[in-house]
Every structure is written in C-alpha cells, then in structure tokens.
C-alpha cells in the first residue's frame, strides 16, 4: 500500500525557519513530479513548490526567495525548507506525488495515479 507521510511542521515565530519532509513508502515504482500544497482556513489549497524527477522546480512567487523544494530519489523523499517565515504562510501542508506508479501485490504494475498526504500544520506568529 502506497503512503505519503509528512513530518517537521509546528509553531514558529515570524522571521524563523522549518524543514518539511515527505516520504512516500510503498511498492513504488516511478513518480514523476512531487509537491507541497498548502491550505489556509478559508482558502482553497494552493501549489507551494513542485520538482520534477530531474530536478526541475516551480514556485508559488509569495515564496520565491524564502522556501527552497528538494529531493532524494534514493530514499523517495522530498523535503522544504521554509526560511523567513510569515504569519501569511500559516497553514496545513500537504505533500503530493504525480503520475505515481507502483507494482501491485501480484507484480503488476499500477497507475499512475495523484496521491497526497495526511497534511501537516505550520503555525508562524507574529
């Protein structure tokens, strides 16, 4: 069964910093592009940063500058670094993997499929 589990969010001061990361388990067999989603109270959900899997990157431009997206293939994992924070990028996070294919029990192979995490809260205070 394919997850996404993210980690690192939490409280933090305006002006500090906090690393998110998403890692996917399963029998995983390729993803294309990953991304982090965020969603504030009474806002739709809004692309945050994405990589594709050589390493191209996008950009929401209210972070350009402050938020830095990654990846390890290796490990199926993607992290954001999230530098110079504001009280404007309070919200749940959501890790997101694209054209996900896995082998299923059988061995054949699945997908793709879009898959998403539980969402992680980042809260930064003014």
């Known amino acids: 069964q394919v997850q996404l589990v993210e980690s690192g969010g939490g409280l933090v001061q305006a002006g500090g910093s906090l690393t998110l990361s998403c890692a996917a388990s399963?029998?995983?067999?390729?993803?294309?592009?990953m991304g982090w989603y965020r969603q504030a109270p009474g806002k739709q959900r809004e692309l945050v940063a994405r990589?594709?899997?050589?390493?191209?990157?996008n950009y929401a431009d209210s972070v350009k500058g402050r938020f830095t997206i990654s990846r390890d293939n290796a490990k199926i994992t993607v992290y954001l670094q999230m530098n110079s924070l504001k009280p404007e990028d309070t919200g749940v996070y959501y890790c997101n993997a694209d054209d996900l294919r896995y082998t299923d029990y059988r061995g054949a192979l699945r997908g793709p499929y879009v898959y998403w995490g539980q969402g992680t809260q980042v809260t930064v205070s003014s």
């Open positions: 399963g029998s995983i067999f390729s993803i294309n592009a």
């Open positions: 990589i594709g899997s050589r390493g191209s990157t």
